[in-house]
């Protein structure tokens, strides 16, 4: 961020202090207790904070709150608002206590809770689904370009002089005109993916997932024939024990040599030291990844060096619109939760 824009930022986004509880009674036991992990967008943080029905507490820095911290704040509290890199295990929902009722999470993944120990101790689990789906989408549609136009190779040449006369054949990559497109979870994300992708001339659309999608225009198939038959893969599809490490060598072995790679999901699903492997070995083109394992990736990790591999650090739902929303909805599930409601969004 330069001067200029950092000024702006603070202007519109002031700083705040390093940690704060919001105890809004004079007898404060009286309230629910509500921990957030992190500051919201403004709007919602705004929100949030101005709630009369609970006392919150609130990790100010902008950094995961140190587990030790977390496990100390979460006693007592009747609702947990998180973000995606916090680990949510069976330590931190039994230190909560018996009274906690709700897990919210500023995602719409929810690989990073413990499902399993939450629904044993009936706890909600919130999360932020649809609000995200074009933010997501434009970065996995942005990724595929990316991947198959040696935009990578493209930048650094600029930045380090490696660009010199124009050559018919340098940084050549691939078109989509009348390709195949292979979407590994054809959800909400995959099929906005799929719709963006279809206005850079795709024309043909394979998918994989455990169900048939209904009015779609798409062919339902097997993973090893979406990996053989595609020239883009996107992964859509949740981390969960079945997708876990799914790409590895093998599966890359089956794609295309020209074929790219991308994966907005979540880093888990893919073996990373494979993916690595297969793109040093030009098994595949191109890979454009949104995640990672682990978040940050390590500068040292074998794929940093890959010319052929574009990494953005997670920046899916990254713009404002879309996490105002996400931290409004965050607060509708609290204000539920609290009040016995339904669950406005939550995630079953
Ligand atoms: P969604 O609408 O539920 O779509 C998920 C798709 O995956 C569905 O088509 C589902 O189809 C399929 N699926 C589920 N379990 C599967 C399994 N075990 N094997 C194969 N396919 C499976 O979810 P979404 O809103 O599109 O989000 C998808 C994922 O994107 C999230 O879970 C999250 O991890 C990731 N995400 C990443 C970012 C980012 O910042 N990069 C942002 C948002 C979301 P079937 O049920 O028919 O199998």
Avoid at 145 to 169: C, E, F, H, Y
Wanted: proline residues 5%.
């Amino acid at each position: 961020m330069n001067s200029l824009s950092r000024s702006l930022w603070t202007k519109c986004y002031p700083r705040p202090p390093t940690h704060i509880s919001y105890f809004h009674s004079s007898s404060a036991t009286s309230l629910a207790k509500v921990v957030a992990t992190r500051r919201l967008l403004p709007i919602s943080q705004k929100r949030l904070e101005q709630q009369t029905q609970w006392d919150l507490v609130q990790w100010q820095e902008d950094r995961t709150i140190p587990r030790e911290k977390l496990l100390k704040d979460i006693k007592g509290a009747e609702a947990l608002l998180c973000m995606l890199s916090d680990n949510i295990d069976e330590e931190i929902l039994e230190a909560a206590g018996p009274q906690l009722k709700l897990v919210t999470t500023l995602s719409v993944g929810v690989d990073h809770i413990d499902l399993k120990t939450a629904k044993e101790r009936n706890i909600k689990i919130g999360y932020t689904p649809d609000v995200l789906t074009d933010a997501t989408a434009d970065i996995g549609a942005l990724l595929a370009l990316a991947a198959a136009r040696n935009m990578k190779k493209g930048i650094d040449s600029v930045t380090t002089g490696g660009w010199q006369d124009w050559r018919p054949a340098w940084l050549c990559g691939h078109q989509f005109t009348s390709k195949t497109l292979g979407v590994v979870g054809l959800g909400r994300i995959g099929q906005a993916v799929a719709h963006r992708l279809g206005a850079f001339g795709i024309d043909r659309l394979v998918y994989w997932g455990r169900t048939k999608k209904e009015g779609v225009n798409g062919e339902w198939v097997s993973l090893d024939q979406l990996l053989m038959e595609s020239d883009i893969v996107v992964v859509c599809c949740p981390l969960t024990p079945e997708t876990q490490e799914m790409f590895d060598y093998a599966a890359f072995k089956k794609m295309k040599k020209n074929a790219v790679f991308v994966n907005i999901s979540r880093g888990g699903i893919v073996n990373q030291a494979d993916l690595a492997r297969a793109l040093k070995e030009k098994v595949i083109a191109g890979a454009g990844l949104d995640v990672t394992t682990p978040e940050p990736l390590p500068l040292d990790d074998p794929l940093q060096n890959l010319d052929n591999c574009v990494i953005l650090p997670h920046l899916g739902t990254a713009t404002f619109e879309t996490r105002e929303t996400m931290g409004d909805m965050m607060v509708d599930n609290i204000l539920a939760a609290l009040e016995n409601r339904p669950i406005p969004y939550e995630s079953k």
